[in-house]
């Protein structure tokens, strides 16, 4: 099934909700959501922590030097991470403070922290927040990228991400962004397309959008 079959239900509930969200999807077009479902939940950790505060060309730089650290894989296992030199992986571009995290990761998944993908599939949305949350470094940011690209959870709402209260300040042609307690009360009526209306609300143009 093509991307944009897969969204057409969210998509037309979205449409329908007023005005400004119908000429919001009408001006980006289908939802071209693309969740990344073979990834583990530790591989999806240690990426978001990555990308985190960066441009996604920054951070494909800094996973294609790390992958590049180990040539056994397509992607370093738990084990490489923790036993991996603290200049070397310094050197792929990580601060201090994303080597302890990304540690910290690979440490849960030897643990059982961090759950392998069968388990995580059968975990609920706000257990998962709660046990990832206790690794130094994971805020509810990460977690809601990995339910929302890795599990393919539909109903996901990143409220703290400044790119979702920008777009819906844009959208609605408000003064300030709304805090995010506001927009997820706000985003209740979304339920359950909170990631699409997430994706749309990325793509909200900052100029030039038609009234």
């Known amino acids: 099934m093509s991307l944009a079959r897969r969204y057409t239900k969210s998509v037309a509930f979205l449409r329908a909700i007023d005005r400004d969200w119908a000429r919001l999807i009408a001006h980006v077009g ?25 441009t996604a060309t920054a951070g494909d730089a800094i996973l294609g030097r790390l992958v590049g650290l180990f040539d056994h894989a397509s992607f370093p296992r738990p084990a490489d991470i923790i036993h991996a030199d603290f200049t070397a992986l310094r050197s792929c571009g990580f601060s201090a403070s994303k080597i ?16 392998p993908g069968k388990m995580a599939e059968q975990m609920p949305d706000y257990e998962l927040i709660e046990r990832l949350t206790a690794i130094k470094g994971i805020g509810r940011w990460t977690i809601e990228m990995l339910l929302m690209y890795s599990l393919q ?26 805090k995010p307690k506001a927009l997820r009360e706000l985003a209740e009526q979304w339920a359950p397309h909170r990631t699409v209306a997430s994706w749309y609300l990325w793509r909200m143009p900052r100029e030039g959008f038609p009234r």
């Open 153 to 178: 959870r539909r109903d996901i709402l990143p409220a703290d991400d400044f790119g979702v209260r920008e777009g819906y300040r844009n959208l609605k042609r408000l003064r300030e962004m709304p």
């Open 30 to 54: 289908p939802c071209r959501h693309d969740a990344k479902e073979t990834r583990e939940p530790y591989e999806a950790l240690v990426r978001a922590i990555a990308y985190q505060q960066l």
């Open 100 to 115: 302890a995290t990304i540690k910290a990761i690979a440490e849960g998944a030897l643990s059982g922290l961090v759950p």
